[in-house]
C-alpha cells in the first residue's frame, strides 16, 4: 500500500512538472488543482468574507499564489502554520525586442534569469513558454486580457561550437553570456519566404500591423508571432506584448536503472511547490480535517526567488502578511492581534537541498551530506543564511520522529560561500518562527536535475503531519515566557 501511495504521488509531481513549464503555468495548475479540491478563488481588490472551516486562495501577477484552511476553531490571534517555497527557476527569458538576425539565422534575443548552469542550455530542444497580453474586440468594443501559451514542439537551439573550430573547448567550455547565449529559430531565407506566404494570404491583416508602432510585430519576429498566434488562436497584430522564456521540451520522467529517480527541468523548486500544495489539499480533504484546529493552515508560493525575492510577488514584497494580516482582521478588531498571530505561526521554507555529490564528495562538510532517499534536509547557518534555530528544527524533527520519516542536516563547508531561500526574508520581514528545508537533488540550476523518487514520498508525508499535527505539538513548547 505504502509503495502504490508513493507511485501515485510521484505520479502525480511528474504531471504537475511536465504542465508547469513557467512560473504562471504552474500558479494555473495549482489554481485548477485548488479550485477542484474546494478552495474558494479570493481577489485581493475586493473585500474578503471569511468562514471558519472554509479554505480559500488568491493569486498575485499569476505567479505568486497563497491559499489557506482555517480551522473551525480558529479564533483571531491564533497561529498560521505555513509552508512556503517558490514558483521560479533559472532560465532565459526573451528580452522585450527580441529580434536578431545575424549571418543569414533569425535568432532570438534572451536575457538571463537567476544563477543557472548556462552550459547546459546549449544543443537541447528549446520553445517557449509564458504569457501574451491579446487585444480582444467585441462589439466595438475593445479590451485587452492575459492568456498563457506554450508550444509543445522543438522550435530554437543555442548550438555549441564544432571542435574544429575552437581546439581550446578541452580545457574547459567558455562562452560569452550575451554573445553566445543566443537561440536560433531560422535561417533568413525560409523565414522571409514564410513572411511572403503570410502576406499573400492575408493582405488586410498585414496592413493593419504595419499602421500600428510599437507593438509585438516591430520587436520580434513574425514567424515566432506566427506560432504563438496559431496556438491562442488569434492574428498576430492581436498580441500586444508578452513575457516569455524559453524552454527544454523533453518530459520529466522518472529514470534510473532502479526507476528511483526523478530526471526533471525546474525540480528546484516546482518539486517543493508541489509536495507543500498536495499536502495542504489532502490535509483539508474530508469534513473532519479542520474541526479540532484552532488555526489556520496555508501554502504560499512565491515568484522570484531565484533573483531576490524583491517584487510586488516575491517573498520581499507583503504578500503573505498581507494574508496574514487580513484572515486576523476578518475575525477580530482588538488591539495587537497581529503581532499575536505571528508569534504564534510557524513557517517551513522549503527549497530543495543539494545531494551529496558521488565525484565532488569534497565539496560536503564531512559530517553533514544529504544524501538522495534520505529524507527532508534541515538546513542549518550561524550566519542567518537559513532561519533554522534548534526550536523551530526541534519541531519539525518531533513530526518526523512521530510518523518514522528520515530526516538529514545540512551545513555548508567554513571554506564555502553559501545560499540561501525565502527563510530569512520572512522571518526577518514578519517575525515568523521558521525552518529551512528541502529535499535533496543533484544538478541543481541545470536544465536536467536530478532528485529521488522516495524524498518526493518523504516530502510530501512530512509536509501532510505537520499541517495535521503542528497546533498540537506547539502548545507543548515554552520558549519565551
Known sequence: MAKQQSHDVVSDLIDFLNASPTAFHAVDVAKQRLQSAGFQQLSERELWELQPGNKYFFTRNHSTIVAFAIGKKYVAGNGFYIIGAHTDSPCLKLKPVSKVVKGGILEVGVQIYGGGLWHTWFDRDLTVAGRVILRE???????????????????????????????????????????????????????????????????????????????????????????????????????YDFELQACDTQPSTVGGAAKEF????????????????????????????????????????????????????????????NAVTRVTNSFGTKPNLLEKAAQRSYLVSADMAHALHPNYMEKHEANHQPKLHGGLVIKNNANQRYATNIVTSFLFREIASKHNLPVQDFVVRNDMSCGSTIGPILASGVGIRTVDVGAPQLSMHSIREVCAVDDVKYSYEHFKAFYQEFSHLDGKMVVDI
Request: aromatic share 4%; with cysteine; charged share 25%.
Open 137 to 239: 474586440e467585441n462589439a466595438g468594443s475593445v479590451s485587452y486580457s492575459h492568456h498563457l501559451v506554450r508550444i509543445e514542439e522543438p522550435i530554437m537551439r543555442i548550438p555549441t561550437l564544432a571542435i574544429h573550430l575552437d581546439r581550446t573547448v578541452s580545457d574547459g567550455f567558455k562562452f560569452n553570456n550575451e554573445t553566445h547565449l543566443i537561440p536560433i529559430l531560422a535561417t533568413a531565407l525560409k523565414g522571409e519566404l514564410n513572411k511572403l506566404s503570410s502576406e499573400n494570404g492575408n493582405q488586410t491583416d498585414v496592413k493593419k500591423a504595419s499602421d500600428k508602432t510599437g507593438t509585438a510585430n516591430t520587436k520580434h519576429h513574425l514567424l515566432l508571432l506566427q506560432l504563438l498566434a496559431s496556438k491562442l488562436g488569434c492574428e498576430t497584430d492581436d498580441i
Open 262 to 321: 526523478i530526471f526533471s527541468g525546474r525540480l528546484d523548486n516546482l518539486c517543493m511547490s508541489f509536495c507543500s500544495l498536495k499536502a495542504l489539499i489532502d490535509a483539508t480533504s474530508s469534513e473532519s480535517s479542520l474541526e479540532e484546529e484552532t488555526g489556520v493552515r496555508m501554502v504560499a508560493l512565491f515568484d522570484h526567488e531565484e533573483v531576490g525575492s524583491d517584487s510586488a510577488q516575491g517573498a520581499g514584497s507583503p504578500v503573505m502578511l
